[in-house]
């Protein structure tokens, strides 16, 4: 097989290609996170950027105490952010357990929202230790229930003891059950990657592999998104084009739970990987608590004011 | 899909500016005989009419600081010396965002250098001096030796806080009384300056500041009653302030030019290198004495680099110096754009292959894109000459020893910059480098306690740290 000609799916080649890679430095790459924080944000263009950020978010809940009930008030919520203001935009997609990925889209399609797409996080997350037939299974099962997009996890012990190998040959095995019919997204859990050179080589690995998306974290291990790591993503994904000329997107997560935040990501994206990836089929932003604050953010700046949390739904 | 940054102005209103200024001598405003405008380079606007000091005025300010050094302040204990510098620290902290406002107005500096380098900086000079002021004799300086007594500092345009910092804090932490004159086009922090030191009770005298123009610097200069001079500007005003004071008993430190060398091996961290390199020759519009404004690469990834480079060059947002998204402001004056027009239109006629970043530039003001020329060889001017603007030459190099033989080809040596993975490398460049600084993997970085100075036509003696220290006390290394 040819993974974009730049590696031919053996060992030695996936290695050589990860080798030559150059290096990241860590004081240098979080200056310019740092600086690129420091941009001011206001008036039409904090409009524009609260805006897309809805649009781009994957409305999520993973948690043991999840029910039909709570995913359903999520899906509506997704669909429709404020009821009061119809002008705002639906998020990027609504992000559940394997299990709940059926009641979700029936929930959607019932509410009118069937291109709200259902992602599932899928191949035994968060810790992705399970056997690969499970893996695989878990896969198929979310796609059968309806899930357009899969955010599976890597093995990251395997990377970490540098069986590369393993960790892109099952990113392959994956997107070959994902086929045409789900987006993949591969998370990295940056968290436990820990350097920025191990981010940096992970991202190419699983472009390499087929990831449509690279995505920083679980959102279960904390550090998750910081502003370093995700610049040195978008690094990877516009490099990636300058060799492939194909786009793939990425999806910090975690951490990310206010307007302010989002912003920075916004911009990020632009003065990093370029306006291209402005866009929900290149940028999402997986978080559960950062649409209310975009909402209310976006009241403010409509009315001028800061309404009472009351005046925004709970999910 | 395009995500415009609206305009974010930082308010003007926290500054008050003057009509007109007078000299601050002895602890009190000294109306001038004649007076200029001071512009805001971004726009051309008159911001206010600075005095231009006469050879009397300049005697004024000598006599006054002589008289404060022998009555009181040679006498004072290092304490009490550190306790002013520390309120002036903590002044300065405290109407950091009037300097910062002020300082971009009159220099052209964008607003987010000005607040998060300049003032920042320039309180951590008197924090640090402060500090020493009562524990000299474990700086490994010779304390046994006096200071000079009356210190004349002229200081250039480019950091008008920051320099003045550099030179007060040490001078006054030392023991010194101060006769100052800021650069022609950029007095007012200066004269901000004198009311903080008012405000923090330093006693009259101690800090004296006459403006005016290179006649105002040359009375300094020439003043019989002054011990020490310490001048930071061009290596052509440096050399006729050498000769002028080697015949007297006065002593000299000088920061003058620089043409930086900026290698980049192949082995280095690409996307920070490129960052690097553009902090390199672009902070400050690359009005930057130890400007990294010679970038070296290593012909392996040359195409590599030059590519990321002017990707990330478009995305140089230059503008509205006081819009805190502005990245590179107004070039200083007229002058100093005639200066690298100069030198870029000879940098094209030599055949060098010049690219500039697609921006547009305000109609008002002095400003010019970021810019940078290919192709160019030790051979041409604008490897030779310094530009002091946002124009980097591009040079490369096949092995490591060419580098370096190319980096110190230069009748400069202030600073170099060394961009690799390897550490051996690093190590073995920077004992080849003839250059008074040496960053490895950054650039452009400043703190008060690393010395501060050039090798070879690029100055004499070091400011900041310990080594500042002794250029303020007699009989110390000079």
């Known amino acids: ?315 | 899909m395009n995500f415009e940054y609206a305009a974010a102005p930082e308010s003007r209103s926290v500054v008050k500016i003057d009509p007109e200024y007078g000299h601050f001598i002895n602890g009190k405003w000294v109306n001038g005989s004649s007076h200029f405008n001071t512009i805001n380079p971004a726009t051309e606007e008159v911001l206010s009419r600075i005095a231009l000091g006469t050879a009397a005025d300049v005697d004024a300010a000598v006599k006054a600081a002589r008289n404060t050094f022998d009555k009181s302040w040679s006498k004072l204990s290092g304490r009490e010396r550190g306790k002013y510098l520390f309120r002036i620290a903590r002044i300065m902290q405290e109407r950091a965002r009037e300097f910062a406002v002020l300082e971009t107005l009159d220099n052209g500096k964008p607003i987010r250098e000005s607040r998060d380098v300049d003032v920042p900086l320039s309180a951590a000079h008197f924090f640090y001096h402060a500090g020493w002021a009562d524990k000299l004799e474990y700086a490994g300086v010779d304390t046994t030796t006096a200071p000079h007594g009356v210190v004349g500092q002229i200081i250039p345009w480019n950091f008008p806080l920051l320099m003045l910092a550099w030179k007060v804090a040490p001078a006054l932490a030392t023991g010194n009384t101060v006769v100052l004159k800021p650069a022609e086009t950029t007095s007012l922090t200066a004269l901000l300056f004198a009311q903080v030191c008012q405000q923090a009770g330093l006693p009259d005298g101690v800090v004296n500041i006459v403006t005016g123009d290179g006649s105002t610097g040359s009375a300094i200069v020439n003043h019989p009653g002054i011990d020490k001079i310490a001048f930071t500007g061009s290596t052509e005003v440096g050399k006729l302030i050498a000769r002028a004071v080697a015949p007297t008993n006065k002593s000299l430190t000088l920061e003058l030019g620089g043409k930086g060398a900026n290698i980049v091996f192949g082995d280095a961290a690409i996307d920070e290198t490129v960052e690097g390199i553009v902090n390199g020759i672009f902070f400050n519009q690359g009005h930057v004495c130890c400007a990294g404004s010679r970038l070296i690469l290593q012909e392996s990834i040359a195409d590599e680099v030059l590519e990321k480079l002017k990707r990330r060059m478009d995305k140089i947002r230059v503008g509205d110096p006081l819009d805190k998204n502005t990245d590179l402001g107004a070039i200083n004056s007229a002058e100093q754009l005639a200066k690298i027009r100069e030198l870029t239109a000879a940098g094209e006629a030599e055949g060098a292959g010049r690219w500039s970043s697609n921006c547009a530039l305000p109609e008002n003001g002095f400003w010019f894109a970021p810019t940078i020329f290919t192709g160019v060889t030790q051979a041409h001017r604008i490897a030779r000459e310094e530009i002091f603007g946002p124009v980097l030459s591009v040079l490369t190099f096949r092995t490591p020893a060419e580098a370096i033989e190319k980096a110190n080809n230069t009748p400069f040596g202030l600073s170099a910059g060394i961009w690799s993975e390897k550490g051996s490398n690093i190590l073995w460049a920077t004992q080849q480098l003839r250059a008074g600084v040496i960053w490895a993997n950054t650039f452009n970085k400043f703190d008060p306690a690393s010395p501060f100075g050039g090798y070879k036509e690029s100055g004499w003696g070091r400011e900041g740290g310990r080594h500042g220290l002794s250029a303020y006390l007699k009989g110390s290394a000079k």
């Open chain 1, 1 to 315: 097989m040819s993974f974009y000609g730049l590696v031919d799916g053996s060992d030695s080649s996936l290695r050589n290609y990860l080798k030559q890679l150059p290096g990241v430095d860590q004081v240098g790459a979080e200056a310019r996170a740092a600086m690129l924080a420091t941009r001011s944000i206001k008036t039409t263009s904090k409009a524009w950027a609260i805006d897309t950020a809805i649009s781009m978010v994957d409305l999520t809940t993973l948690e043991g105490a999840d029910t039909p009930g709570k995913v359903q008030a999520l899906c509506s919520k997704a669909f429709r952010p404020d009821p009061t203001d119809l002008t705002v935009p639906h998020v990027g997609a609504v992000c559940v357990y394997n299990d709940m990925v059926g009641i979700a889209r029936q929930h959607l399609d019932s509410i009118g929202a069937l291109q709200l797409p259902v992602a599932a996080v899928s191949t035994a997350f968060p810790s992705g230790r399970a056997s690969m037939a499970v893996k695989l299974q878990d896969t198929e099962d979310a796609i059968v229930a309806g899930a357009a997009e899969i955010d599976m996890v890597i093995d990251r012990g395997a990377f970490l003891s540098g069986r590369l190998i393993e960790v892109f040959e099952e990113i392959v095995a994956i997107r070959e059950v994902c086929g045409d019919r789900a987006h993949l997204k591969v998370i990295l859990e940056t968290g436990e990657l820990v350097t920025l050179d191990n981010v940096r080589k992970a991202s190419y690995l699983a472009m390499l592999a087929g990831a449509d998306f690279i995505k920083t974290s679980t959102g279960k291990v904390a550090p998750a998104a910081t502003a370093p790591v995700v610049l040195v993503m978008l690094e990877a994904v516009r490099d990636f084009y300058d060799l492939t000329k194909v786009r793939i997107g990425v999806k910090p997560a975690g951490g990310i739970r206010t307007t302010k935040d989002a912003i920075k990501q916004l911009v990020l994206v632009n003065e990093t990987a370029g306006p291209e990836w402005l866009n929900p089929s290149l940028f999402r932003i997986g978080a559960s608590a950062l649409l209310n604050d975009l909402l209310m953010q976006r009241m403010k700046m409509s009315d001028g004011y800061y309404a009472s949390p009351n005046y925004v739904t709970i999910d």
